[in-house]
């Protein structure tokens, strides 16, 4: 009998200057990047907590401590695959993932394949088995000033 599970992650990250935008593992063109102790690349954030979440092993801050100088400027890929690392050594399998990326600018629509290929590269899954969608917050809040992005990401997982 196949067994499944969902996670859910979310990530809010300050918009600086000064910073590259780093989305799903990929630089986006922006004037801004997020404000954080690693590289703030919120999609990975939210995906690696959705995949803890699901696994019932907490959260990535538990994992990788925002006070700790090896994880200054870390890049958000090596907390995913760590995360698929243990998702694998319970035998667990990605059924699928949705990302939800919350942000006035930049615009997400033109970077949605690149953000999709990705992710499923470091899923190591099919494409298809991974969504990218973009909300704005139609002006509205500190997403809607721009002051900030969020991400939203749901994985389901199945043993």
């Known amino acids: 009998m196949t ?3 969902i996670g859910r992650g979310t990530d809010r990250h300050l918009f600086v200057e000064g910073r590259p935008l780093m989305l799903g593992g990929i630089k986006i063109p922006h004037h801004l990047g997020l404000k954080g102790h690693s590289d703030a690349d919120a999609v990975l ?8 979440g699901a696994l019932a092993m907490g959260d990535i801050g ?3 401590s925002d006070t700790d100088p090896q994880n200054k400027d870390l890049d958000s890929t090596k907390i995913l695959k760590y995360c698929l690392t243990l998702l694998r050594s319970e035998q667990w399998f990605i059924g699928n993932c949705d990302v939800i990326i919350h942000c006035q600018q930049p ?3 033109p970077h949605r ?4 290929e990705s992710l499923a590269k470091l899923l190591n899954c099919a494409i298809d088995k991974v969504s990218v969608k ?26």
């Open 3 to 5: 067994e499944f599970r």
């Open 45 to 52: 954030h939210a995906l690696s907590d959705a995949l803890l």
């Open 62 to 64: 538990e994992h990788f």
């Open 107 to 109: 615009k997400i629509g």
């Open 113 to 116: 394949l690149a953000l999709r």
């Open 134 to 159: 973009a909300k704005t917050a139609e002006g509205l809040g500190p997403v809607g000033e721009g002051l900030c992005l969020d991400a939203e990401a749901i994985v389901l997982i199945s043993k």
